[in-house]
């Protein structure tokens, strides 16, 4: 003791419910709470969980304020859970030649930041100065972000919030990529915080061969139960230069979405769902998905619905955008403003010699079509309903279900027959629609399983089924305006015979299905459907759409064709999907959908895919394609992970899409580089992407997390 002050020698330790510092020596000023530690010095704070290793320390124990010399430390890491982002358990350490303390605040001079083990850490955020607040938010001024030594990039001021709902604006972190079709790509952006319920993110890329794109994402939560959203995506488009370089293409164009869904209160809901696009030229161009840029439709829907016990009211409004080519007048617009629908569920209403069950539904709306050589009136009427009454008989596992369904529509106008003008005139339709569905016993055996498939038990489950349907009183098919399904119903009588096998294992008290083989045809005993068939052109019926995804109609016929859905999943790691469509008028397989994947030790993954179409001419497009999937490496673990799709055209001998991935991970960064390659209508580019992910941080480069195998 040397009066207020205790000089501690060997192993010193002081200790508060707050803090925790040894050294080799400590002098502690019990008056004002001053310490001063050297030799070997730790700090703990507990409540925060940072660690301190310095060689002396200036430190007072009651206002919390202290110097730190040769500091190194480390602190918890606050893990947050969300698709694409690269997570690691381990704390961020930090080292530099001092810092201070200023209660909860840390001042890091001359050092660098890293959630990589030492001493060769993956990558080192290096500034002369950080400013940290534990639990807050972490600031370096001046910094580089460095790979093994070699910077790559740099900011005035590098923001990372350490909150448990960061929200921060700030610019994003730039990136910079290559494509053969739109040259060198810069983009930049920033996110705006605007308060609690709204924020704004503005990206925008600079294609050096092309222009400058723009990205806008707009988000809020007004209230609770209520959510709003704006995205915008647009090129203002130099042009795509000509073989011969004399000219250019203007392929530019913008596309967006506006988004919502609310708890309006009484039982009342609303969403929302409002897309436009300006060209499909624009979307092949310059979309980065393979799978948007070749899907021609643009669907709105915007909808207020209440629904209490057996009944649902809803208020719609709906645009459906199908584009035939890439020429922007040849589309197909349909659309509804408003249209009014009342549901009534199925409802018992008698309980005496059988069951009955009584259902409706209603609607009452305007709507358009539009498309070229054709065009109804802005607002053409139509009112529909219709109540449908059914029963149930049961005899020792044989079951029938009849049902009778009353149709009555009025369209404020109609077609004139074999004509695509429009007329004024009203026309009503009224139809009767009688259906019965029987179902047998399912028959099943149970035997012993093959050696090959592990041993156990088998059961074959055999499921037989028939359904018989008739509609009379659509005499004016072809003078109906065709806005959605309910406009396609046509006179039939028809039957449809199914047949299921299904194939259990059971095997160490785990029962799954591993087989099941459906195949189902229809009758047609009015091949000509009321006289609604056209010879030689594409028909469409609701007698049609149900059965399979293809159209076979093109003339009258008896059949359909005979479709078939075989999926085998003989173990957990490997599967077989084949689906397909024999024709008896045309005596051949019209389409054929087949894909086969597997996993081998959790590394291996792959997938293989074929489709062809050979359908009847005037109906179906041909098509052959086969689709390829592999992949190497394991998610959970750290290392090498390499992936490869592609999409192979037969018609045109062309690889239309590729996408081939390398990604390394470490135990606190990622790289990932990415070959993409498009190749269809007037695309043929390849784009060469990368990003480096950082756990616990984020990404930056030109590889975004949706686009990504990995």
């Not at 009353?406 to 009688?434: C, I, K, M, P, W």
Request: hydrophobic residues 35%; aromatic residues 14%.
């Amino acid at each position: 003791m040397d009066g207020p002050v205790r000089k501690l020698r060997v192993a010193a330790k002081l200790e508060t419910t707050e803090t925790l510092l040894k050294a080799d020596e400590i002098d502690y000023n019990e008056q004002t709470g001053a310490a001063e530690a050297h030799g070997n010095v730790y700090f703990e704070r507990f409540e925060t969980g940072e660690i301190l290793h310095a060689s002396r320390v200036e430190y007072n124990l009651k206002d919390g304020n202290g110097k730190f010399y040769e500091v190194k430390g480390s602190a918890k890491a606050k893990v947050e859970i969300r698709p694409g982002l690269l997570v690691t358990e381990n704390p961020f350490v930090f080292e530099g030649r001092w810092a201070e303390k200023y209660k909860d605040r840390y001042l890091l001079y001359d050092g660098f930041v890293t959630n990589c083990r030492l001493p060769k850490p993956w990558w080192r955020l290096t500034a002369p100065r950080f400013d940290i607040i534990p639990g807050d938010r972490a600031i370096a001024y001046r910094s580089f972000f460095k790979v093994r030594r070699v910077p790559i990039l740099y900011t005035p001021a590098f923001y990372k919030a350490l909150s448990e709902n960061p929200r921060k604006s700030g610019f994003l972190t730039p990136n910079a990529g290559r494509s053969t079709r739109l040259g060198f790509v810069y983009g930049l952006g920033y996110y705006w915080a605007i308060n609690r319920s709204w924020d704004l993110m503005y990206r925008s890329r600079i294609f050096t061969q092309r222009g400058l794109s723009t990205e806008i994402d707009f988000r809020g939560k007004p209230r609770e139960g209520t959510e709003l959203g704006f995205t915008l995506y647009g090129v203002r488009d130099k042009g795509r230069l000509s073989e011969d370089r004399t000219q250019r293409f203007q392929e530019g164009g913008y596309q967006f979405l506006v988004s919502g869904k609310s708890k309006m209160g009484h039982g009342w809901n609303g969403e929302a769902n409002i897309n436009y696009l300006s060209s499909f030229l624009f979307r092949q161009s310059f979309t980065q998905s393979f799978n948007e840029a070749v899907f021609s439709e643009v669907n709105s829907l915007a909808r207020i619905s209440k629904a209490t016990g057996l009944y649902s009211f809803h208020g719609v409004f709906s645009r459906h955008q199908l584009f035939q080519s890439s020429q922007e007048a040849d589309q197909i617009v349909i659309r509804r403003l408003p249209s009014f629908e009342l549901f009534i569920r199925d409802r018992q209403v008698s309980r005496k010699v059988l069951p009955i069950w009584f259902s409706m539904e209603s609607s009452a709306g305007f709507f358009r079509r539009r498309q070229l050589l054709f065009e109804t009136r802005s607002f053409t009427e139509r009112l529909d309903a219709a109540p449908r009454v059914a029963t149930s008989l049961e005899f020792r596992g044989f079951r029938i279900l009849p049902s009778m369904t009353l149709h009555g529509t009025a369209y404020g106008s109609r077609r004139e027959r074999n004509s695509l003008q429009v007329s004024g005139s009203n026309l009503f339709r009224s139809a009767s629609d009688f259906e019965v569905d029987f179902t047998t016993p399912v028959l099943e055996k149970i035997f012993d399983a093959p050696g090959w498939l592990g041993g156990g038990k088998l059961k074959h489950v055999i499921e037989p089924r028939a359904s018989y349907r008739r509609v009379d009183g659509i005499d004016r098919f072809r003078e109906t305006l065709r806005f959605d399904e309910l406009d396609i119903l046509n006179n039939t009588s028809e039957a449809e015979v199914t047949l299921i096998n299904r194939l259990y294992s059971n095997r160490g008290g785990r029962t799954r299905e591993i087989l099941a083989w459906q195949v189902w045809q229809r009758r047609y005993f009015d091949p000509t459907f009321g006289g609604a068939v056209v010879e030689g052109q594409r028909n469409v019926f609701a007698s049609t759409i149900g059965l399979t995804g293809f159209g076979f109609f093109n003339g009258p016929r008896r059949y359909s064709p005979i479709v078939s859905a075989l999926r085998m999943r003989p173990t957990d790691a490997s599967g077989f999907e084949w689906r397909t469509d024999y024709d008896p008028l045309v005596r051949r397989f019209s389409n054929s959908s087949v894909t086969a994947d597997f996993r081998i030790k959790e590394n291996y993954i792959g997938a293989i895919g074929h489709n062809l179409v050979r359908g009847v001419p005037n109906v179906s497009p041909n098509a052959n394609q086969l689709l390829m999937r592999g992949a190497y490496g394991n998610e959970t673990k750290r290392g090498w992970r390499m992936g490869f799709t592609g999409v192979y055209d037969y018609r045109d001998n062309v690889l239309q899409f590729a996408t081939t991935e390398a990604t390394y991970t470490a135990d606190c960064c990622g790289l990932s580089f990415q070959w993409r390659r498009f190749s269809f209508s007037t695309r043929n580019e390849n784009q060469f992407l990368v990003s480096f992910s950082v756990a616990n941080i984020g990404s930056f480069g030109t590889l975004r997390k949706q686009e990504r195998l990995f």
